[in-house]
């Protein structure tokens, strides 16, 4: 199994300013990924983030608005950028370890923007 | 496309069994997952089937179907606590690829 610590848990931001979410994995994964869950809906898959290069946005979601970082195999962080109340949101970090074919989620980081 | 489909609401009561169906529509299949949510919690990880059958752990059980495009989440003795959302979600057969995720169904446990 893998233990997922993502932080900020929750905050409150002022609209126009840029927060980073930061997901901390206890050991090494293959796979790192960013989803996105506005209130009462499902997840909605933002970006890959790829070890030492450029994430992988999916349609609807630009570098610009969310920069990812993945520096090693272990740590990425999610910017959301000057931030409007549509942002407001879970954000969630999942992993895929090596080994198996479970898909682990961190606790998520519930942002509200006012 | 992709296209995931599931029930959006159900009620039971304690004590009940209740099936949680859902249906898949991918261009590739490599394995579905279910996943239970609690309000203001993330999903936490209930089953993953990748070959048809059932697979039963505990008091939760999935099924898949291959060929229907088919699988069932079934909870049985059902409690208060099952109340939740559980969400469907197919792994795409390319390594590397995310989960794709139904919208979930909200299951409400009555006493």
């Known amino acids: 199994s893998a233990v997922i610590s993502q932080k900020p848990s929750r905050d409150i931001c002022q609209r126009g300013t840029s927060l980073t979410i930061q997901c901390q994995v206890d050991?090494?994964?293959?796979?790192m990924f960013w989803y996105r869950q506005q209130p009462g809906q499902s997840l909605t898959l933002i970006a890959t983030?790829?070890?030492?290069?450029?994430?992988?946005?999916e349609s609807g979601f630009v570098i610009d608005k969310f920069p990812i970082s993945r520096p090693n195999l272990t740590f990425s962080t999610l910017t959301v950028s000057n931030m409007s109340p549509e942002d407001s949101s879970i954000y969630l970090c999942?992993?895929?370890?090596?080994?198996?074919?479970?898909?682990?989620f961190g606790e998520g980081s519930w942002l509200t923007v006012v | 496309g992709q296209n995931i489909d599931q029930p959006t609401e159900m009620t039971a009561t304690e004590g009940a069994i209740v099936q949680i169906n859902c249906t898949y529509q991918?261009?590739?299949?490599?394995?579905l997952f279910w996943y239970q949510q609690h309000a203001g919690e993330a999903p936490t990880f209930l089953s993953y089937?990748?070959?048809?059958g059932l697979e039963e752990k505990g008091r939760f059980s999935s099924f898949l179907s291959r060929s229907k495009g088919y699988s069932y989440l079934l909870l049985k003795e059902l409690q208060m606590k099952d109340s939740a959302s559980y969400l469907c979600?197919?792994?795409?057969?390319?390594?590397?690829?995310?989960?794709?995720f139904g919208k979930g169904t909200t299951l409400s446990v009555s006493s």
């Open positions: 983030a790829n070890q030492g290069s450029e994430a992988t946005y």
């Open positions: 979600a197919v792994k795409p057969p390319k390594a590397g690829t995310a989960l794709i």
């Open positions: 089937n990748v070959l048809d």
């Open positions: 991918t261009s590739g299949f490599n394995g």
């Open positions: 999942s992993v895929e370890p090596a080994e198996g074919n479970t898909i682990y």
């Open positions: 050991s090494q994964v293959t796979m």
